[in-house]
């Protein structure tokens, strides 16, 4: 116990500092409170009238506790770690819990301790899940491999709170040991099990998950909220379920729902905000405002146990933001731990080194052959999940752009051992070629074009770059390059929003779907149904098996 924040919480020792004239958010009554917020040395001290070194007059402004990410990936939003809380912070996000595996699905353990060091240059209070599947299922081939032994490791460092989304679950429901030997190591452990339910899902509950963030259903997430889950509700850039999700929070369900970014690129950040943009979506989506703020703050804290923040209350930390519009809900200042919240400009991150060893395919590697029914992977706008479909093909007709069916190819980044073909549809594309070192999550080089010359030139670009990504329409190049581990830029957020503005402006004159970089970084994602690609070729993902591009 701190003895003089003790009396300066009793009155009988001046505060460091007093917010005055305020509507303060509570959210463990889910209501307004008209005073004064007292803060020394960093936490609330209380709420009322006290005698302070300095004061500052909010002018009746609303102040509510500083918003909290329940679960994203940092490396999603292309941006090194400094230069994604220098845009998250204005807009109220001052805490976030992330999970590292997409770095460390490159780089291994090294990657986490990375993540982990930057964490700590910056005012954003960064804590790690650490990563659960590393690789994603045992078939994958990527640049690391994590086992319970390498996590076990981290277990007790500050910053590390538990476990990461568990994606292997049929691991888990074979009793996999390297799975179950992960699952005993932590008791905060998040879940990741798209369309799981009935008894397999009673399953990987009793065998410790306690949360997920994969529900894109309104049942499906009913269902998990029944049995006892968190349910984090996602809005991504291709992850977009509030509409579908928030009508199930209730003043009894608030606490057990948080929201969660998962995968947000840098322009979206940029463009529609962070946390804050949940909410106002929340809002237009018919929730009240208290439950979003509850959700927002109180509900995340308590769901990864972080008790000293959440709220505006004595003893905890002091962070919070002032809204200069409540109703449209825009920030106009964040204070973090007592102090205002002044952007320290850019700070150049230190590199990562990682393997990059990708042979560039020539046509003849990537051409298919064949003809009759064949399996297509199926894009579906606004979501992750793909369709496995069926279309009659004749190889020889490939590209088919008015059935929208292009070609799509993984090649290895590690090994160079090869590359893996399929067709896509609901790309969109007319003409051209992109590709991204972004694959989740293996991260091998993912690309989609209509001609395979402009495939392989968009794949040979980001090689040249050593990771990034690529629209090609024969010599006309559009390029960012993503010099951490092919992942992250360490460029200032202001230049890799411009950069991927001017990817996506590429990719639209070619008649890309919307967010086509993000779209084609989930296309090999072999653990959320239906149809993938890898290395290999085409992934059943309910099978969990490779499969023919023509049926047999």
Not at 69 to 80: F, G, N
Not at 130 to 157: I, K, M, Q, W, Y
Not at 315 to 341: M, N, Q
Request: glycine share 10%; net charge negative.
């Amino acid at each position: 116990m701190q003895e003089g924040g003790v009396k300066a919480a009793a009155g009988a020792e001046a505060v460091d500092i007093i917010y005055r004239n305020c509507e303060i958010f509570n959210p463990f009554t889910c209501e307004w409170e008209s005073g004064h917020i007292a803060i020394f040395d960093g936490r609330i001290a209380g709420i009322g009238d006290y005698q302070a070194r300095r004061e500052c007059d909010l002018s009746g402004a609303r102040v509510v506790p500083g918003l909290i990410d329940a679960h994203l990936h940092i490396e999603s939003s292309l941006l090194a770690p400094t230069e994604f809380a220098r845009l998250v912070l204005p807009h109220g996000t001052t805490t976030v819990v992330a999970d590292p595996h997409e770095i460390a699905n490159v780089c291994g353990a090294r990657g986490i301790s990375y993540m982990l060091e930057e964490s700590r240059r910056t005012a954003l209070d960064i804590f790690l899940m650490l990563p659960s599947c590393v690789p994603a299922t045992p078939l994958d081939v990527g640049g690391a491999c994590l086992s319970a032994s390498d996590l076990a490791e981290f277990s007790g460092r500050d910053r590390i709170c538990g476990l990461g989304e568990m994606m292997n679950v049929p691991g888990v429901l074979a009793g996999d040991p390297d799975v179950a030997a992960k699952l005993a190591l932590f008791d905060l452990i998040d879940g990741h099990a798209p369309l799981l339910s009935g008894k397999d899902l009673n399953a990987y509950i009793y065998a410790g998950a306690q949360s997920d963030h994969e529900c894109t259903r309104r049942a499906e997430a009913r269902e998990k909220l029944l049995r006892g889950m968190y349910i984090m509700m996602r809005e991504g850039s291709t992850e977009r379920n509030l509409a579908e999700l928030v009508p199930l929070v209730t003043a009894c369900s608030a606490p057990r729902c948080c929201f969660a970014t998962d995968d947000r690129h840098a322009d979206m950040l940029a463009d529609e905000g962070h946390i804050d943009d949940c909410i106002r979506k929340s809002v237009e989506y018919g929730l009240d405002l208290e439950l979003a703020l509850r959700m927002a703050t109180l509900s995340a804290a308590e769901r990864f146990r972080l008790h000293d923040r959440g709220a505006i209350a004595p003893g905890r930390i002091a962070d919070f933001c002032i809204l200069e519009d409540s109703e449209e809900f825009r920030v106009s200042g964040t204070v973090k731990a007592g102090t205002p919240y002044v952007d320290p400009g850019h700070a150049p991150a230190p590199g990562i080194s990682c393997p990059f060893n990708c042979r560039v395919p020539d046509r003849g590697a990537i051409r298919i052959d064949g003809a009759g029914e064949a399996r297509v992977i199926g894009l579906v706008e606004g979501q992750i999940i793909t369709r496995d479909l069926r279309y009659q093909v004749d190889a020889a007709g490939i590209p088919d752009t008015e059935r929208d069916l292009l070609k799509a190819v993984v090649c290895d980044r590690y090994r160079g051992s090869g590359s893996g073909t399929g067709l896509v549809h609901g790309f969109g594309l007319q003409e051209g070629g992109i590709a991204s070192s972004i694959s989740h999550d293996c991260h091998n080089i993912v690309a989609v074009g209509v001609d395979d010359g402009d495939i392989i030139r968009a794949i040979r670009e980001v090689v040249r770059l050593g990771g990034g990504m690529a629209a090609v329409t024969g010599d006309d190049v559009t390029a960012l390059p993503l010099d951490c581990a092919g992942l992250m830029s360490s460029l200032p957020y202001e230049e890799v929003v411009f950069g991927l503005r001017q990817l996506d402006l590429h990719a639209e004159r070619l008649g890309a779907v919307g967010n086509p970089f993000m779209h084609l970084s989930f296309l090999a994602l072999t653990v959320i149904p239906h149809l993938r690609i890898t290395g290999r070729g085409l992934f059943d993902v309910l099978a969990s098996a490779d499969v023919p591009l023509f049926l047999e």
